[in-house]
Protein backbone atom coordinates (compact mmCIF):
# COMPACT_ATOMS: atom_id res chain seq x y z
CA UNK A 1 0.00 0.00 0.00
CA UNK A 2 1.18 3.43 -0.70
CA UNK A 3 2.48 5.62 1.79
CA UNK A 4 1.90 8.93 0.44
CA UNK A 5 -0.92 10.92 1.05
CA UNK A 6 -4.15 10.38 -0.82
CA UNK A 7 -4.08 13.52 -2.76
CA UNK A 8 -0.24 12.76 -3.46
CA UNK A 9 -1.23 9.95 -5.67
CA UNK A 10 -3.73 11.56 -7.27
CA UNK A 11 -1.77 13.97 -8.32
CA UNK A 12 0.96 11.63 -9.28
CA UNK A 13 -1.72 9.54 -11.37
CA UNK A 14 -2.66 12.54 -13.48
CA UNK A 15 0.52 13.61 -14.20
CA UNK A 16 1.51 9.49 -15.87
CA UNK A 17 -2.11 10.12 -17.76
CA UNK A 18 -0.61 13.43 -19.03
CA UNK A 19 3.20 12.13 -19.73
CA UNK A 20 1.19 8.76 -21.95
CA UNK A 21 -1.20 11.44 -23.13
CA UNK A 22 0.15 11.19 -27.42
CA UNK A 23 -1.35 14.41 -27.74
CA UNK A 24 0.82 16.27 -24.46
CA UNK A 25 3.40 18.66 -26.36
CA UNK A 26 6.86 18.44 -25.84
CA UNK A 27 7.00 21.99 -22.76
CA UNK A 28 4.76 20.29 -20.44
CA UNK A 29 6.88 16.49 -20.89
CA UNK A 30 10.01 18.52 -20.02
CA UNK A 31 7.97 20.11 -16.98
CA UNK A 32 7.20 16.70 -16.09
CA UNK A 33 10.08 15.92 -15.41
CA UNK A 34 10.90 18.48 -12.80
CA UNK A 35 10.51 16.83 -8.99
CA UNK A 36 8.38 13.83 -10.48
CA UNK A 37 8.60 10.05 -9.61
CA UNK A 38 10.22 7.10 -11.76
CA UNK A 39 6.50 5.91 -13.13
CA UNK A 40 5.76 9.83 -14.49
CA UNK A 41 9.77 9.78 -15.78
CA UNK A 42 9.00 6.65 -17.67
CA UNK A 43 5.96 7.89 -18.99
CA UNK A 44 7.50 10.88 -20.56
CA UNK A 45 10.50 9.13 -21.57
CA UNK A 46 8.28 6.82 -23.73
CA UNK A 47 6.27 9.45 -25.03
CA UNK A 48 7.50 9.91 -29.07
CA UNK A 49 6.71 13.60 -28.21
CA UNK A 50 9.71 14.16 -25.74
CA UNK A 51 12.70 16.29 -27.14
CA UNK A 52 15.66 14.95 -27.25
CA UNK A 53 16.96 17.63 -24.66
CA UNK A 54 14.30 16.23 -22.34
CA UNK A 55 15.75 12.11 -23.26
CA UNK A 56 19.71 13.66 -22.67
CA UNK A 57 18.52 14.75 -18.97
CA UNK A 58 16.54 11.19 -18.24
CA UNK A 59 19.96 9.08 -19.84
CA UNK A 60 21.52 9.47 -17.09
CA UNK A 61 18.80 9.38 -14.38
CA UNK A 62 19.28 6.36 -11.56
CA UNK A 63 16.34 4.58 -11.84
CA UNK A 64 16.82 1.89 -14.24
CA UNK A 65 13.51 1.67 -15.73
CA UNK A 66 13.84 5.91 -17.19
CA UNK A 67 16.75 4.90 -18.60
CA UNK A 68 14.86 1.59 -20.58
CA UNK A 69 12.39 3.94 -21.68
CA UNK A 70 14.80 6.36 -23.43
CA UNK A 71 16.22 3.82 -24.87
CA UNK A 72 12.49 2.55 -26.57
CA UNK A 73 11.77 5.65 -27.06
CA UNK A 74 12.23 6.28 -31.86
CA UNK A 75 13.54 9.80 -31.33
CA UNK A 76 16.19 8.70 -28.87
CA UNK A 77 19.50 9.54 -31.24
CA UNK A 78 22.66 7.00 -31.95
CA UNK A 79 24.59 9.30 -29.18
CA UNK A 80 22.63 8.62 -26.43
CA UNK A 81 21.98 4.97 -27.09
CA UNK A 82 25.65 4.40 -27.04
CA UNK A 83 25.56 5.74 -23.40
CA UNK A 84 22.78 3.24 -22.87
CA UNK A 85 24.50 0.52 -24.69
CA UNK A 86 27.33 0.64 -21.67
CA UNK A 87 25.04 1.21 -18.98
CA UNK A 88 26.07 -0.16 -15.94
CA UNK A 89 22.74 -1.89 -14.70
CA UNK A 90 22.46 -4.87 -17.12
CA UNK A 91 18.68 -4.97 -17.34
CA UNK A 92 19.37 -1.75 -19.44
CA UNK A 93 21.72 -3.33 -21.70
CA UNK A 94 19.07 -6.23 -21.93
CA UNK A 95 15.93 -3.99 -22.79
CA UNK A 96 18.76 -2.68 -25.63
CA UNK A 97 19.83 -5.89 -27.28
CA UNK A 98 16.00 -6.90 -27.52
CA UNK A 99 14.73 -4.20 -29.03
CA UNK A 100 14.88 -4.40 -33.34
CA UNK A 101 14.32 -0.84 -32.88
CA UNK A 102 18.42 -0.33 -31.95
CA UNK A 103 20.94 0.50 -33.73
CA UNK A 104 22.79 -2.09 -35.50
CA UNK A 105 25.64 -0.29 -34.52
CA UNK A 106 24.36 -0.67 -30.80
CA UNK A 107 23.44 -3.66 -31.65
CA UNK A 108 27.07 -5.26 -32.34
CA UNK A 109 28.20 -3.65 -29.78
CA UNK A 110 25.55 -5.45 -27.46
CA UNK A 111 26.74 -8.65 -29.15
CA UNK A 112 30.09 -8.59 -27.94
CA UNK A 113 28.48 -7.66 -23.92
CA UNK A 114 30.82 -9.20 -21.13
CA UNK A 115 27.27 -10.68 -19.76
CA UNK A 116 26.43 -13.65 -22.12
CA UNK A 117 22.46 -12.93 -21.70
CA UNK A 118 22.63 -9.46 -23.15
CA UNK A 119 25.23 -10.36 -25.69
CA UNK A 120 23.28 -13.71 -26.62
CA UNK A 121 20.05 -11.58 -26.84
CA UNK A 122 22.01 -8.85 -29.13
CA UNK A 123 23.34 -11.38 -31.39
CA UNK A 124 19.29 -12.72 -32.14
CA UNK A 125 17.93 -9.28 -32.59
CA UNK A 126 20.77 -8.69 -34.97
CA UNK A 127 19.92 -11.84 -37.07
CA UNK A 128 15.83 -11.10 -36.72
CA UNK A 129 16.89 -7.65 -38.28
CA UNK A 130 19.18 -9.53 -40.99
CA UNK A 131 22.35 -8.31 -40.00
CA UNK A 132 24.76 -11.22 -39.73
CA UNK A 133 28.04 -11.59 -38.34
CA UNK A 134 30.04 -11.03 -41.45
CA UNK A 135 28.17 -7.93 -42.47
CA UNK A 136 30.06 -4.65 -42.73
CA UNK A 137 27.67 -2.72 -39.76
CA UNK A 138 29.24 -5.56 -37.70
CA UNK A 139 32.76 -5.56 -38.69
CA UNK A 140 33.08 -1.54 -38.01
CA UNK A 141 31.32 -1.92 -34.66
CA UNK A 142 33.93 -4.63 -33.65
CA UNK A 143 36.69 -2.71 -34.75
CA UNK A 144 36.02 0.22 -32.74
CA UNK A 145 33.53 -1.18 -30.40
CA UNK A 146 33.48 0.70 -26.42
CA UNK A 147 37.08 1.84 -26.50
CA UNK A 148 35.69 4.62 -29.02
CA UNK A 149 32.03 4.80 -26.93
CA UNK A 150 32.66 4.59 -23.69
CA UNK A 151 29.34 6.08 -21.95
CA UNK A 152 31.99 7.35 -19.28
CA UNK A 153 33.05 9.80 -22.35
CA UNK A 154 29.24 11.57 -22.42
CA UNK A 155 28.66 11.84 -18.94
Known amino acids: ?45 ENSNTKVDTLRKLVFHECPDVRIAVGENRNTPLALLLVLECDEHVDVRYSLAENHNSSPVVLTVLAEDENPYVASRAYRTLRRIGISKDSTVFELASRFGKSVWQCRAFS
Open 1 to 45: MCSHPQNHCRFTLAKIRLASHPDTGSDILAKLTRNSCCQVLVRVA
